[in-house]
């Protein structure tokens, strides 16, 4: 059974840090391009990061301009977990998180909206100025 778990959401003052981490069971992450997306209030559904898969690996995770230079993608095979390091954290990075198998989920307006069991259930990540 495929199942996609986050953790380590909540609530930080703006310059603080998270670590999410999502825990995969049904595929392997090192076999597979990972995503974290998020989706804020009123916004549409963003990609924040991805690493692709071994075999596709390119050797540098994709991130968004937005986050770039704050925030840090990374796989652990061995565990099958992906995580997301999210460092100098700004109120507009405020939103839900989802974990993500990024090659196999049709991205539309609003993340999870297709019902893929490659979607996680989300995290809530609130920053406050």
């Known amino acids: 059974e495929v199942q996609l778990v986050e953790s380590g959401g909540g609530s930080v003052q703006a310059g603080g840090s998270l670590r999410l981490s999502c825990k995969v069971s049904?595929?392997?992450?090192?076999?597979?391009?990972m995503g974290w997306y998020r989706q804020a209030p009123g916004k549409e559904c963003e990609l924040v990061s991805s690493?692709?898969?071994?075999?596709?690996?390119?050797?540098?995770?994709y991130y968004a301009d937005s986050v770039k230079g704050r925030f840090t993608m990374s796989k652990d095979n061995a565990k099958n977990t992906v995580t997301l390091q999210m460092n100098s954290l700004k109120s507009e990075d405020t939103a839900i998180y989802y974990c993500?198998?990024?090659?196999?989920?049709?991205?539309?307006?609003?993340?999870?909206?297709?019902?893929?069991?490659?979607w996680g259930q989300g995290t809530q990540v609130t920053v406050s100025s």
């Open positions: 993500a198998r990024a090659d196999i989920v049709v991205v539309l307006t609003n993340c999870r909206s297709t019902g893929s069991n490659y």
């Open positions: 690493i692709k898969s071994r075999r596709g690996q390119s050797g540098t995770p």
């Open positions: 049904g595929f392997g992450v090192g076999d597979s391009e």
